[in-house]
Nanobody
């Protein structure tokens, strides 16, 4: 069983930056693929970014490509999401997720076994 806890959310003006963290406990997540999703009010949860267990492969949603960077530190059992050039449409609750699935359907929530409780990111215009 893995527990995930997100942190680093907050209120930011458009154009600013935030760094989210996802700390894992319970067992090592060294061999899990990890991802960030987000959910805006009244919308479905959507894929943001994914990182392989080694950190060597990353995938991004088109809406964040070039602005967001996903990374992980397996020694610290922590994953990060650096968010730059924030836009009001980035406003959402951000969730980290993980699991052993390594296929190409990484943008589906069902591809992940464990989830954090979420952290709110609000971007004002």
């Amino acid at each position: 069983q893995v527990q995930l806890v997100e942190s680093g959310g907050g209120l930011m003006q458009a154009g600013g930056s935030l760094r989210l963290s996802c700390a894992a406990s319970g067992r090592t997540f060294r061999y899990d693929f990890m991802a960030w999703f987000r959910q805006a009010p009244g919308k479905e949860r959507e894929f943001v970014a994914r990182i392989s267990w080694s950190g060597g492969t990353t995938n991004y949603a088109d809406s964040v490509k070039g602005r967001f960077t996903i990374s992980r530190d397996n020694a610290k059992n922590t994953m990060y999401l650096q968010m730059n050039s924030l836009k009001p449409e980035d406003t959402a609750v951000y969730y980290c997720a993980g699991g052993p699935y390594s296929g190409n359907s990484y943008y589906f929530t069902a591809s992940y076994n464990f989830w954090g409780q979420g952290t709110q990111v609000t971007v004002s215009s």
